[in-house]
């Protein structure tokens, strides 16, 4: 039987399973710390544990951490950790510096269902779920690893801010998801506030609505297109949960949020969603008064311009500066306040949705050998061109 991994338990959790070996939960607070706060994975070093309970913590469980295959530093301090999940595939983790902060951006799966054109995750397709343990074990590499590379004196926290816009599509892992949100608010975990984690979503709106009674966070969601045709076109979830239903999810999810906004994210595609026709329809939606989507639903907001990062195969090309200034111009001019994100990481292939790690795609596996099951018994009307 494997050992229990500990990265697996938010505190109420291990407070369950230390009550299964006899212990209260004070000792599971104090073995919390121990592993988040100080990064001790040697049961043998938690020296205010009695011997008897590290001893059967021995002999039950370990801090399972990930394994690092490679760490890239840009020349802006942007790093870049690419960890080995097994199966041949791998999951990418970046850091990010800026003056007054540090922000880890994690992932939350092995590629992504979700498929959306412009992404490079996405276009790997999906091959599972990551585990809380994965989740968090982002977070516990990086904060530990950075503190002894920057020198920091104890107590001082190299990550600051976390934003799930890594790899995958958090809101589609939501069991994973919650007990690693909740370890990075916990006081005797990360300390995280509420307003400093952010959980990017392409619009799982059922899920929203979940986070939103079960831990709301920050929330970010990626936009791309203010009416249902063009954005069907880039993000496929929008078939399932249209604009009006995401509009109506995102001012509900308002009346719990940490900050009075929300973030709209949107990928900048030249010739594709930049005219300032498309930035008129954006602040249309939000004011509540498009007619196509979500009439009288206004949601006070906050908009994020992303300058497209190409990867191979998209097709798409980044919409020029002068186009993302203006479209942006738009947005402010309808009193929406816009910003741009600078891209951070590129010379490492870690800007936004550059992320590809590796990913075995399960459901492409799954189509190819349908495929091939099909030609061989003759079944495929196209038969033709499909090799066995
Ligand atoms: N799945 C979640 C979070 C991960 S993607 C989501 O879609 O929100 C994080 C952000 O990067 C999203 O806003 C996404 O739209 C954006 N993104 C994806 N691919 C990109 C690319 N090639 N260039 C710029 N931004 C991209
Ligand atoms: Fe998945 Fe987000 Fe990429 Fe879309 S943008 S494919 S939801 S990771």
């Known amino acids: 039987m494997s050992a229990v991994n500990l990265l697996d338990f938010d505190l109420d959790a291990l407070a369950t399973w230390c009550a299964g070996l006899g212990e209260k939960r004070f000792r599971a607070q104090q073995l919390f710390r121990w592993i988040h706060q100080k990064g001790e994975r040697d049961f043998d070093r938690m020296s205010d544990l009695a011997r008897a309970l590290r001893e059967k913590l021995a002999g ?80 516990w590499h990086a904060e530990h690893a950075l503190r002894l590379q920057l020198g920091l004196a104890a107590g001082e926290r190299a990550i600051t801010n976390v934003v799930m816009m890594g790899m995958g599509e958090p809101l589609q892992n939501y069991v994973a998801l919650l007990p690693a949100l909740r370890m990075m608010l916990d006081d005797h975990g990360y ?30 969601v990626s936009l791309h297109a203010a009416d249902d045709a063009l954005r069907d076109t880039l993000v496929p979830l929008n078939r399932k949960y249209p604009l009006a239903e995401l509009m109506q999810s995102c001012h509900d999810y308002l009346a719990r949020a940490p900050r009075d906004f929300i973030t709209f994210e949107y990928c900048m595609l030249d010739g594709v969603n930049d005219s300032d026709a498309h930035a008129r329809e954006v602040i249309e939606l939000v004011a509540g008064r498009s007619r196509a989507a979500a009439p009288g639903v206004r949601i006070p907001c906050k908009i994020n311009l992303i300058p497209f990062n190409p990867f191979p195969q998209s097709g798409l090309r980044r919409s020029p500066d002068e186009r993302v200034q203006a479209f942006a111009r738009v947005l402010q001019r309808g009193g929406l306040v816009t910003t741009i994100r600078r891209t951070r990481g590129d010379d490492i292939d870690a800007a936004c949705g550059q992320l590809a790690g590796e990913v075995r795609d399960r459901t492409r596996v799954h189509v190819r050998l349908q495929r091939r099951r099909e030609t061989e018994t003759g079944a495929a009307g196209h038969g033709q061109g499909v090799r066995a």
């Open 191 to 220: 300390g995280l506030s509420r307003r400093r984690v952010t959980v990017s979503t392409s619009g799982m709106v059922p899920m929203i609505e979940r986070l939103r009674e079960d831990c709301p966070v920050a929330l970010a």
């Open 60 to 139: 039950h469980a370990e801090v399972r951490a990930l394994v690092p295959a490679s760490e890239r530093r840009s020349a802006d301090g942007t790093v870049k950790w690419l960890f080995d999940v097994g199966g041949g595939n791998a999951i990418e983790t970046v850091y990010i510096p800026e003056d007054d902060r540090g922000t880890l951006c994690i992932s939350s799966q092995a590629g992504c269902a979700v498929g959306c054109r412009f992404c490079s995750t996405g276009h790997q397709g999906f091959s599972r779920n990551l585990t809380t343990g994965e989740i968090i074990g982002q977070l």
